[in-house]
Protein backbone atom coordinates (compact mmCIF):
# COMPACT_ATOMS: atom_id res chain seq x y z
CA UNK A 1 0.00 0.00 0.00
CA UNK A 2 2.73 2.29 0.52
CA UNK A 3 4.24 1.88 -2.85
CA UNK A 4 4.29 4.07 -6.37
CA UNK A 5 4.43 1.61 -9.41
CA UNK A 6 6.26 3.75 -12.14
CA UNK A 7 6.21 3.01 -16.21
CA UNK A 8 8.01 2.30 -18.31
CA UNK A 9 11.67 1.65 -16.98
CA UNK A 10 13.16 3.26 -19.76
CA UNK A 11 11.73 5.24 -23.11
CA UNK A 12 12.83 6.23 -26.22
CA UNK A 13 11.55 9.08 -28.02
CA UNK A 14 12.49 11.75 -31.23
CA UNK A 15 13.09 14.74 -30.80
CA UNK A 16 9.50 16.85 -30.92
CA UNK A 17 7.93 14.02 -29.36
CA UNK A 18 5.69 13.31 -26.71
CA UNK A 19 7.10 11.52 -23.47
CA UNK A 20 4.28 10.14 -20.81
CA UNK A 21 5.31 8.35 -17.64
CA UNK A 22 2.80 6.88 -15.85
CA UNK A 23 2.56 6.49 -11.93
CA UNK A 24 -0.01 4.27 -9.95
CA UNK A 25 -0.45 4.30 -6.16
CA UNK A 26 -2.67 2.92 -3.43
CA UNK A 27 -2.27 5.01 -0.27
CA UNK A 28 -5.11 7.34 -0.16
CA UNK A 29 -3.59 9.40 1.86
CA UNK A 30 -1.27 10.95 0.02
CA UNK A 31 -1.38 14.48 -1.01
CA UNK A 32 1.10 15.69 -2.95
CA UNK A 33 2.80 14.12 -6.14
CA UNK A 34 6.05 15.75 -7.32
CA UNK A 35 7.92 14.55 -9.94
CA UNK A 36 11.71 14.83 -9.75
CA UNK A 37 14.15 15.18 -12.68
CA UNK A 38 17.82 13.77 -12.29
CA UNK A 39 20.50 14.37 -14.33
CA UNK A 40 23.80 11.65 -14.75
CA UNK A 41 26.09 12.45 -11.73
CA UNK A 42 23.61 14.85 -9.86
CA UNK A 43 20.93 14.25 -7.30
CA UNK A 44 17.51 14.76 -8.79
CA UNK A 45 15.65 18.13 -8.68
CA UNK A 46 12.00 19.12 -8.19
CA UNK A 47 10.70 19.42 -11.78
CA UNK A 48 6.68 19.66 -11.10
CA UNK A 49 4.48 18.34 -8.40
CA UNK A 50 0.34 18.55 -8.07
CA UNK A 51 -2.20 17.89 -5.13
CA UNK A 52 -5.06 15.93 -5.89
CA UNK A 53 -7.50 18.75 -6.04
CA UNK A 54 -7.00 19.46 -9.70
CA UNK A 55 -6.71 17.09 -12.17
CA UNK A 56 -4.18 18.67 -14.49
CA UNK A 57 -0.91 21.06 -13.55
CA UNK A 58 1.30 22.57 -16.81
CA UNK A 59 4.57 24.24 -16.35
CA UNK A 60 6.48 24.91 -19.94
CA UNK A 61 6.01 21.57 -21.78
CA UNK A 62 5.55 19.53 -18.58
CA UNK A 63 2.17 18.47 -17.67
CA UNK A 64 1.16 16.55 -14.82
CA UNK A 65 -2.55 14.93 -15.64
CA UNK A 66 -4.02 13.62 -12.18
CA UNK A 67 -6.73 11.20 -11.75
CA UNK A 68 -7.96 10.73 -8.07
CA UNK A 69 -10.52 7.73 -8.64
CA UNK A 70 -8.03 6.01 -10.28
CA UNK A 71 -5.33 6.38 -8.24
CA UNK A 72 -3.10 7.29 -11.60
CA UNK A 73 -0.51 10.25 -12.20
CA UNK A 74 1.17 10.66 -15.55
CA UNK A 75 4.34 13.22 -16.43
CA UNK A 76 4.00 14.81 -20.34
CA UNK A 77 6.77 16.11 -21.86
CA UNK A 78 5.58 18.12 -24.97
CA UNK A 79 8.41 18.79 -27.75
CA UNK A 80 10.84 16.31 -26.12
CA UNK A 81 14.08 17.53 -26.92
CA UNK A 82 17.99 16.19 -26.51
CA UNK A 83 18.45 17.79 -23.03
CA UNK A 84 15.14 16.16 -21.77
CA UNK A 85 17.19 12.99 -21.66
CA UNK A 86 17.49 12.12 -17.78
CA UNK A 87 15.84 9.90 -15.48
CA UNK A 88 12.67 10.82 -14.36
CA UNK A 89 11.10 9.70 -10.30
CA UNK A 90 7.51 10.17 -9.46
CA UNK A 91 6.79 10.71 -5.79
CA UNK A 92 4.00 11.00 -3.27
CA UNK A 93 4.15 12.45 -0.18
CA UNK A 94 3.77 9.38 2.85
CA UNK A 95 2.84 11.54 5.66
CA UNK A 96 0.95 14.89 4.33
CA UNK A 97 4.10 17.72 5.69
CA UNK A 98 7.09 15.29 6.63
CA UNK A 99 7.94 15.85 2.97
CA UNK A 100 8.77 11.35 3.76
CA UNK A 101 8.65 10.74 0.08
CA UNK A 102 8.13 6.92 -1.65
CA UNK A 103 9.83 6.95 -4.70
CA UNK A 104 8.76 5.36 -7.73
CA UNK A 105 11.72 3.29 -9.43
CA UNK A 106 11.98 5.86 -12.27
CA UNK A 107 12.26 6.55 -15.72
CA UNK A 108 15.73 6.39 -17.83
CA UNK A 109 14.68 8.83 -20.57
CA UNK A 110 16.55 9.24 -23.78
CA UNK A 111 15.44 11.84 -26.44
CA UNK A 112 17.01 11.34 -30.03
CA UNK A 113 18.04 14.26 -31.83
CA UNK B 1 21.21 26.42 -7.41
CA UNK B 2 20.92 24.33 -4.07
CA UNK B 3 23.38 24.90 -1.67
CA UNK B 4 23.80 21.78 -0.12
CA UNK B 5 27.31 19.93 -0.39
CA UNK B 6 28.38 16.36 -0.20
CA UNK B 7 31.74 14.91 0.51
CA UNK B 8 33.43 12.68 -1.10
CA UNK B 9 31.93 12.60 -4.61
CA UNK B 10 33.44 8.75 -4.71
CA UNK B 11 34.45 6.49 -2.40
CA UNK B 12 36.28 3.29 -2.37
CA UNK B 13 36.75 1.43 0.79
CA UNK B 14 37.96 -2.10 2.39
CA UNK B 15 35.60 -4.22 3.92
CA UNK B 16 35.50 -3.33 7.57
CA UNK B 17 36.72 0.27 6.98
CA UNK B 18 34.93 2.92 9.00
CA UNK B 19 33.56 5.59 6.81
CA UNK B 20 31.41 8.96 7.63
CA UNK B 21 29.82 10.87 4.54
CA UNK B 22 29.54 14.67 4.68
CA UNK B 23 26.69 16.02 4.22
CA UNK B 24 26.15 20.30 4.63
CA UNK B 25 23.45 22.96 3.40
CA UNK B 26 23.69 26.58 3.54
CA UNK B 27 19.49 26.94 3.51
CA UNK B 28 18.60 27.07 6.96
CA UNK B 29 16.61 24.53 6.68
CA UNK B 30 15.14 22.58 9.33
CA UNK B 31 14.44 19.07 7.87
CA UNK B 32 17.36 16.80 6.44
CA UNK B 33 17.17 13.43 4.83
CA UNK B 34 19.32 10.70 3.24
CA UNK B 35 18.25 8.53 0.53
CA UNK B 36 20.28 5.73 -0.67
CA UNK B 37 20.06 5.13 -4.80
CA UNK B 38 20.62 1.68 -5.72
CA UNK B 39 22.08 0.77 -8.99
CA UNK B 40 18.59 0.35 -10.70
CA UNK B 41 17.38 3.84 -9.55
CA UNK B 42 15.18 3.70 -6.87
CA UNK B 43 15.71 6.07 -4.11
CA UNK B 44 14.88 4.52 -0.39
CA UNK B 45 14.93 7.16 2.66
CA UNK B 46 17.15 5.41 5.45
CA UNK B 47 17.28 8.45 7.96
CA UNK B 48 15.75 11.76 8.34
CA UNK B 49 15.89 14.47 10.96
CA UNK B 50 13.41 17.30 11.62
CA UNK B 51 16.20 19.59 13.55
CA UNK B 52 19.52 19.40 15.82
CA UNK B 53 19.14 16.47 17.66
CA UNK B 54 16.06 14.90 16.42
CA UNK B 55 16.84 12.07 14.02
CA UNK B 56 15.14 8.62 12.84
CA UNK B 57 15.00 5.54 11.06
CA UNK B 58 13.60 5.49 7.52
CA UNK B 59 11.59 3.11 5.42
CA UNK B 60 14.73 0.96 4.76
CA UNK B 61 16.80 -0.47 6.93
CA UNK B 62 20.29 0.52 7.21
CA UNK B 63 23.37 -0.52 9.21
CA UNK B 64 24.05 3.85 9.16
CA UNK B 65 23.93 5.67 11.76
CA UNK B 66 23.32 9.63 11.54
CA UNK B 67 23.91 12.50 14.11
CA UNK B 68 22.28 16.08 13.70
CA UNK B 69 24.34 18.85 16.01
CA UNK B 70 24.16 21.42 14.08
CA UNK B 71 21.22 22.65 11.99
CA UNK B 72 23.57 22.78 8.42
CA UNK B 73 25.19 19.21 9.29
CA UNK B 74 23.99 15.86 8.76
CA UNK B 75 27.27 13.30 8.30
CA UNK B 76 25.94 9.50 7.80
CA UNK B 77 28.78 7.05 9.49
CA UNK B 78 29.35 2.78 8.36
CA UNK B 79 30.91 1.91 11.68
CA UNK B 80 32.33 -1.15 9.82
CA UNK B 81 31.45 -1.15 5.94
CA UNK B 82 30.95 -4.36 3.64
CA UNK B 83 30.06 -4.90 -0.05
CA UNK B 84 26.52 -4.68 0.58
CA UNK B 85 26.68 -1.26 1.53
CA UNK B 86 27.97 -0.78 -1.97
CA UNK B 87 25.67 2.38 -3.39
CA UNK B 88 24.94 5.80 -4.02
CA UNK B 89 24.10 7.95 -0.72
CA UNK B 90 21.80 11.31 -1.47
CA UNK B 91 21.82 13.81 1.21
CA UNK B 92 18.52 16.36 0.91
CA UNK B 93 17.13 19.23 2.64
CA UNK B 94 13.76 20.56 2.83
CA UNK B 95 12.35 23.92 4.29
CA UNK B 96 9.98 23.36 7.43
CA UNK B 97 6.34 25.12 7.79
CA UNK B 98 3.40 23.99 4.99
CA UNK B 99 5.10 24.38 2.04
CA UNK B 100 5.06 22.09 -0.76
CA UNK B 101 8.22 20.24 0.47
CA UNK B 102 10.37 20.65 -2.22
CA UNK B 103 13.78 18.17 -1.48
CA UNK B 104 16.78 19.92 -2.29
CA UNK B 105 19.25 17.16 -2.93
CA UNK B 106 23.09 17.21 -2.65
CA UNK B 107 25.09 15.81 -5.88
CA UNK B 108 25.58 12.32 -4.44
CA UNK B 109 28.44 9.98 -2.59
CA UNK B 110 29.03 6.82 -4.64
CA UNK B 111 30.25 4.18 -2.44
CA UNK B 112 32.05 0.86 -3.32
CA UNK B 113 32.94 -1.34 -0.67
CA UNK B 114 35.63 -3.81 -1.97
Redesign the interface.
Known amino acids: Q?QVKQSPQSLIVQKGGISIINCAYENTAFD?F?W?QQFP??????LI?IRPDVSEKKEGRFTISFNKSAKQFSLHIMDSQPGDSA?Y?CAA?RQP??????????T?LKVLA | EADIYQTPRYLVIGTGKKITLECSQTMGHDKMYWYQQDPGMELHLIHYSYGVNSTEKGDLSSESTVSRIRTEHFPLTLESARPSHTSQYLCASSESGQGDGELFFGEGSRLTVL
Open positions: QYPYGKGPALATFSGTYKYIFGTGR
